[in-house]
């Protein structure tokens, strides 16, 4: 199973940028796709973004698309989610998950198995 660490979550003003990363260690090489998804306070989990293993195929929320972009280096085991132009709607806890690299790329939290601890990210207006 893959272990992963979220860092990078903070305060910021409406309008500029995080950069949160998703530290994997353990059963690294076998392989993995990442999901990013956040929850804000009193809602349930949403999906955020996802990557595949090569970073040839990546998947986002509409409400997302075009102002985050999620990457990876396999190198330093590490997957990440450059946030853009930040709402306040965004503010919430960030997770990252990890789950075996079959395509297609999901967003169902079910269909991962592997959870960090989250990262808060508040986004001041």
């Known amino acids: 199973q893959v272990q992963l660490v979220e860092s990078g979550g903070g305060l910021v003003q409406a309008g500029g940028s995080l950069r949160l990363s998703c530290g994997a260690s353990g059963r690294t090489s076998s392989g993995y796709q990442i999901g990013w998804f956040r929850q804000a306070s009193g809602k349930e989990r949403d999906f955020v973004a996802a990557?595949?293993?090569?970073?040839?195929?990546?998947y986002y929320s509409d409400s997302v698309k075009g102002r985050f972009t999620i990457s990876r280096d396999n190198a330093k085991n590490t997957v990440y989610l450059q946030m853009n132009s930040l709402k306040s709607e965004d503010t919430a806890v960030y997770y990252c998950?990890?789950?075996?690299?079959?395509?297609?790329?999901?967003?169902?939290?079910?269909?991962?198995?592997?959870w960090g601890q989250g990262t808060q990210v508040t986004v001041s207006s």
């Open positions: 998950a990890s789950r075996r690299n079959y395509l297609p790329l999901r967003y169902e939290r079910d269909a991962y198995d592997s």
């Open positions: 990557i595949s293993w090569n970073g040839g195929s990546t």
